[in-house]
């Protein structure tokens, strides 16, 4: 049987300037791709900024993405878009649409043809992906991810559009059973929802050298850990503040973002200079010594969709206390996996992290072993008989 193929769409998506955003949309296409049953060309938008200058901040690095690139053996595009910050969010899907319908327009000219649009992330870009489909005529899937479900349809406009995509997508795929469960809530039908959750690269993410991780870190005593982008709905400044509370441990946070001089601020507020280490944005490949190194990875967020980080840590050995959101009690379902809190909040934190360090803490081993089962294979295989299945369906129409 030949091979699908996809175009893949979507704002979130690694390049050169921004290597670790979206990764997690990447990862999941590289191991649909290396299963041989699929083939894709990536058309990952990024917003139009006239000039790298760091005067103009994060905006600015939009500037310094290379319109093409290979990444993994994908070809990725890079068109710009419009976007007009704070105002134009009502706006963001015909914006985004009208932007692309060159790009896209000339791939399907040049290229040998695709099957059908593979988009993430519902808004904007599921919207634009869909009205993409119409206008060259492939069916398309959508990926629904987080806050496009549980943020962005409170407000009236987006929510409307949202709706309608999903209706008018072929399928519609969520990365955890909650997600699918607020869609449903919106009045999407749960016959046109399908779940298939993110898995865990178990070769890159496994159990190092601890010790020696831990010698070269300088790590003395129980250690926490924080990995994400620094801003507020990741809760890094409620970790800080529950370090008041863990007398001994030491915590480290690697992301960089827009809250780390408040974070700043609040490390040295609190005298937390010497147990708090901001360790900036690392690459994916450091991430399971920094997760090996640890006693236990907290996720503190107000918002997710299914948190890569969770299975990230545990492959590694580290259990996980997490924050009682939408996916996590998906992703900690059991006692060797850590903890769900009580609620979101330094005490609730702090009270997690002493427990788990209680006589009941997990083993290395049988973390690592509960994550085992959450390889990407699963999910693979469920892509490969959805996207055959809406392949064949649309032939059958035309």
Known sequence: MAPIRLLTFSTLFPNNARPNHGVF???????????????SEVVAPVPWFPIAHPAFG????????????????????????????????????????????????????????????????????????????????????????GTDVSLIPRYPVPRRMIQLACRRAAEVITVSA????????????????????????????????????????????????????????KGHH??????????????????????????ERQIAELNLGDRVRLLGARPHAELPELYGAADALVLASSR???????????ACGTPAIATPIWG????????????IMVERSAKAIADSALALFGPRRPTREATRAYASAFSWDATTKGQIDLFRRVIAKAGAEV
């Open 328 to 339: 996590n009690p998906e992703v900690v379902a059991k006692p060797e996996a850590g903890i």
């Open 25 to 39: 949309v990447e990862n999941r296409l590289r191991h649909l791709v290396a299963s041989g049953e699929a083939t």
């Open 58 to 145: 994060d905006w600015a690095v939009n500037a310094r993405v290379v319109p093409r690139e290979t990444r993994h053996g994908l070809t990725v595009w890079h068109p710009r878009y419009p976007v007009i910050p704070k105002v134009g969010m009502s706006l963001a899907p015909l914006l985004l649409y009208r932007a692309m319908v060159a790009a896209v327009g000339r791939l399907i000219a040049a290229g040998p043809g695709y099957d059908a649009i593979d988009a993430h992330y519902l808004y904007p870009d599921g919207v634009a992906a869909v009205w993409l489909g119409q206008r060259f005529n492939l069916p398309v899937v959508v990926t629904a991810r």
């Open 178 to 233: 909650a997600l699918k469960d607020g869609l449903v809530a919106m009045g999407v039908d749960p016959d046109h929802v399908t779940v298939l959750r993110n898995g865990v690269d178990l070769k890159l993410f496994r159990p190092m050298d601890r010790q020696a991780t831990r010698r070269r870190l300088g790590l003395d005593g129980p250690t926490l850990i924080s990995v994400g982008h620094l801003i507020e709905r």
């Open 238 to 263: 409620l970790i800080v503040e529950a370090m008041r509370l863990l007398p001994g441990f030491t915590l480290l946070i690697a992301g960089e973002g827009p809250e780390r001089a408040h974070l």
């Open 304 to 314: 997710e969709g299914w948190a890569n980080v969770l299975l990230e840590a545990m």
